[in-house]
């Protein structure tokens, strides 16, 4: 077969621990989605104005090809004046399926990294408040910076630790992966109820407290304990 243009290469992340037994030498893995679950911790819900009651969770999405790998700079994007960060654990699929019980839902998980949920807030509110889809506000490019992945047989399957993040040094965000409002079992469930998952799909599980603003020259810096740390500069 032939194309008429030239078919784009498949979006990756690098695999830590190269040269592991589950991963050789130069290993990537293959994103095929990205899922991003939204207020999935009852701080940062109640701080974009919202109660942080146990409703069923939400997602949206982002494109693979927003993803920009950790040590990269971040180019301020255009059309809007207040661009946030939220940092967050992400979890990479090894299987796929569609209702996947929370019960198996971590057979399912190849490992984890640390992400960044690049968000025009502006853009964001506007489509909130008209009722429009959120894709300008979340979905633009490098929208998804993200560490290389970590096999879960490295890191193990992390359900608390401390997840942050800070701007020039200064920590911004502060929680723990023990205040999500759904665990990465519920979201696997919930989310595989409404779409068929795959091998390669990446989800972003939710950001805690302290989301803010960046302007150029800005380092963010973050991490989740026992799973990676992440660097981008803003230019
Ligand atoms: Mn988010």
Redesign the pocket.
């Known amino acids: 077969m032939e194309y008429v243009i030239e078919p784009l290469a498949t979006p990756s992340l690098a695999v830590a621990g190269v040269g592991s037994a589950d991963a050789g030498e130069g290993a990537r893995f293959p994103v095929r989605r990205i899922y ?1 679950a ?1 207020r999935n911790y009852a701080a940062h819900a109640r701080e974009m104005g919202h109660d942080p009651a146990r409703e069923p969770p939400f997602f949206f999405q982002k494109n693979p090809d927003a993803l920009l790998p950790s040590g990269s700079k971040f180019p301020y994007p255009a059309a809007s004046r207040d661009v946030h960060f ?1 940092i ?1 654990l992400a979890c990479a699929l090894g299987k796929g399926g569609s209702n996947i019980s929370a019960a198996d839902a971590l057979d399912h998980v190849w490992g984890y990294a640390v992400g960044l ?1 690049m ?1 025009r807030r502006d853009l964001q509110g506007a489509a909130k408040k008209l009722g429009r889809p959120w894709e300008a506000g979340k979905a633009f490019e490098h929208s998804a910076p993200c560490t290389p992945v970590h096999p879960a047989g490295a890191v193990g399957h992390p359900g608390e630790g401390r997840i942050w993040l800070a701007v020039n040094g200064e920590v911004r965000q502060e929680g723990n992966l023990n205040e999500m409002i759904w665990t990465v079992p519920e979201i696997i469930e919930q989310l595989s109820a409404l779409f068929t998952l795959a091998p390669g799909d990446l989800i ?1 599980t ?2 805690p407290a302290g989301v803010g603003a960046i302007e150029r020259g800005d380092v963010m810096t973050g991490g989740v304990e026992g799973v990676d740390e992440i660097e981008i500069e803003v230019v």
């Open positions: 991003c939204g939220e967050e949920d968000t972003f939710g950001t």
